[in-house]
């Protein structure tokens, strides 16, 4: 089948529950698709509940012209997946079935992507006094690297390794959910986009010219409510 006579999403998505599972209880997709974001390469994230799957699992297969991942559940292992969802603070199964299309539901959808709604607003726990102090000797750790390194390979990597931190401790901070890769960029936005671009510009613009002072300003101007870097008198383990 040509690009041209491709199915859309939608159908495509009902063909695979018919066809892999014709018996389950509920299905939806989600993904870029169904946020309007889609891209040439974007697949079909399709999450399927079936009381006959002994464990959940995830496969990724070629079929209907596309990409498609498919997290496959029973109605109760779902639950741990939320849960630790919650608890690394990237909620990517409850924000799949919230934002979800219902492709198959027999009496069982409505309450799940309910629970998914409510850990969503109720966002991830509070950072402790001691986690925040923790993150803060890494981020110092990580920026004296970069601001002592000379040699252009290992400032790139250390760059991104404060991104990574930065933006953690800013969303966490903040009791916001984090992301990875591309999500790290999107959570920053739903918290504040003024934030979020300057964010890709300080990092973009040491990429793009080597200079660090931008860098090290970001990172100063987050750890500054909480007392700035951290090194003296940190200590971690000590009885």
């Not at 959940?56 to 079929?63: A, F, K, T, V």
């Not at 959808?109 to 993150?135: F, V």
């Amino acid at each position: 089948m040509g690009e041209i006579n491709k199915l859309s999403p939608i159908d495509a998505a009902h063909q695979f529950i018919h066809k892999y599972f014709p018996h389950c209880q509920g299905a939806l997709l989600a993904g870029s698709v169904v946020r309007g974001e889609a891209t040439e390469t974007s697949d079909l994230d399709i999450v399927i509940f079936d009381h006959t799957i002994s464990s959940s699992y995830r496969e990724s297969l070629i079929d209907f012209d596309w990409a498609i991942e498919a997290f496959v559940h029973n109605l109760s292992s779902y639950k741990h997946f939320f849960k630790n969802d919650v608890e690394r603070a990237r909620p990517s199964l409850p924000r799949m079935v919230s934002e979800g299309i219902i492709l198959k539901d027999e009496g069982i959808m409505d309450s799940i992507k309910k629970e998914a709604k409510e850990l969503l607003t109720n966002g991830p726990a509070e950072w402790s006094i001691e986690t925040i102090e923790l993150k803060r000797y890494f981020i110092t750790d990580a920026l004296d690297d970069f601001i002592g390194c000379s040699i252009r390979g290992e400032e790139i990597f250390i760059a991104n390794t404060i991104a990574e931190l930065v933006s953690e401790f800013v969303l966490r901070t903040n009791r916001k959910w984090i992301g990875a890769s591309k999500w790290i960029v999107r959570a920053l936005r739903q918290y504040d986009e003024r934030f979020a671009n300057d964010f890709v510009e300080v990092f973009d613009h040491f990429y793009r010219t080597g200079e660090k002072k931008p860098v090290v300003e970001l990172v100063d101007h987050v750890l500054e409510p909480f007392g700035g870097r951290l090194f003296h008198g940190f200590s971690l383990g000590k009885k």
